[in-house]
Nanobody, 120 residues
């Protein structure tokens, strides 16, 4: 059975940092592209970052320069390091494993999400 489990969410003050994790069982994350998504209250889910199987990364404009994504293959885990957090970053954060190609993304597996709240 495949499971993706996000962890590390919580409450942080504006300007603070948080590192969330996506750990897999049942699959080897190194065989997949990994995407990070978030859904804020009342808004649609949006993709914010992704890392390919070859570890190239992409970020949406709103998080570029503040967020980084990395892999630890030994731990079968992908991380999202979030710096200089803003209240607008408050959302449930999800990871997904799948495949990416020009103009196409297919996400096969999803985690259950972890809440990130940025508030003073």
């Amino acid at each position: 059975q495949v499971q993706l489990v996000e962890s590390g969410g919580g409450l942080v003050h504006p300007g603070g940092s948080l590192k969330i994790s996506c750990t897999a069982s049942g699959i080897n994350l190194a065989d997949f592209a990994i995407g990070w998504f978030r859904q804020a209250p009342g808004k649609e889910r949006e993709g914010i970052a992704r890392i390919s199987k070859t570890s190239s990364t992409d970020f949406v404009t709103s998080v570029k320069g503040r967020f980084t994504i990395s892999r630890d293959t030994n731990k079968n885990t992908v991380y999202l390091q979030m710096n200089d957090l803003e209240p607008a970053d408050t959302a449930i954060y999800y990871c997904a494993a799948g495949s990416i190609a020009p103009m196409v993304e297919v996400w096969d597996y999803w985690g259950q999400g972890t809440q990130v709240t940025v508030s003073s």
